[in-house]
């Protein structure tokens, strides 16, 4: 069974300061998709990032840089220079591929809420 | 670009009463989900459609749940007698095919948050 697991539930930083966010996961497929999503206060679900299983290499997106090591099962996601429209509540999400080819569902964690403080 | 629309984005319904939620996906699309988030909890998946059946769902998708592709665009979520632990904002996704070399992620609508009275 798959599980995604986001042991910091709050994290409060001044503007500027770097955040980082932990995910770990547990499956037993070798192939399998991780994601971050983040959710503004208006709610709505913003896909930030997708990651294969077989691609371990660290992305950066701007502010953003993702942290892939399958050695720990972990997926950490951080935001470099906070800004105040960084405060979110930010899920990490993991997809098995299974036997099935498509339309696999996805689990997320329980969710780290960022508050950055001007 | 193409987006999956959710609606209304607000119901607010009496407890036992019937509620239908509306989803358009996005149109080339070929799997549809619904999940459920109930305030201040992770986002929980439902159940997810294809082919016209169900191909997969969750414990939470019980025998009060019904899923339909009524026509050739709308994907609705039916919550046949509401309860107040029902209370929560559900999201519609969307999906082409996914693979292991051609992987297609999920897309989703802003929610629909439904509040039973």
């Known amino acids: 069974a798959q599980k995604v697991t986001q042991a910091q539930t709050e994290i409060s930083v001044v503007e500027k300061e770097d955040v980082t966010l932990d995910c770990v996961y547990e499956t037993r497929d070798t192939t399998y998709y991780l994601f971050w999503y983040k959710q503004p206060p208006s709610g709505e679900l913003v896909f930030l990032i997708r990651?294969?299983?077989?691609?371990?290499q660290n992305e950066i997106s701007g502010r953003y840089s993702w942290n892939f090591q399958k050695s720990t099962s972990s997926f950490n996601f951080t935001i470099t220079a906070s800004q105040v429209v960084d405060s979110a509540v930010y899920f990490c999400?993991?997809?098995?591929?299974?036997?099935?080819?498509?339309?696999?569902?996805?689990?997320f964690g329980g969710g780290t809420r960022v508050l950055v403080k001007p | 670009e193409p987006e999956v629309t959710q609606t209304p984005s607000h119901q607010v319904t009496q407890m036992g009463q019937e509620v239908i939620l509306r989803c358009v996906p996005i149109?080339?699309?070929?799997?549809f989900y619904w999940y459920r988030q109930i305030l201040g909890q992770k986002v929980e998946f439902l159940v997810s459609?294809?082919?016209?059946?169900?191909?997969?769902k969750s414990e939470i998708f019980d025998d009060q749940f019904s899923v339909e592709r009524p026509d050739g665009s709308n994907f609705t979520l039916k919550i046949r007698s509401t309860k107040l632990e029902d209370s929560a904002m559900y999201f519609c996704a969307s999906s082409e095919s996914q693979g292991a070399t051609n992987f297609r992620p999920q897309h989703f609508g802003d929610g629909t948050r439904l509040s039973i009275l």
């Open positions: 459609f294809y082919n016209n059946e169900i191909s997969e």
């Open positions: 999400a993991l997809s098995e591929r299974g036997i099935k080819a498509a339309g696999n569902k996805l689990t």
């Open positions: 149109s080339n699309h070929l799997y």
């Open positions: 990651r294969n299983s077989f691609d371990e």
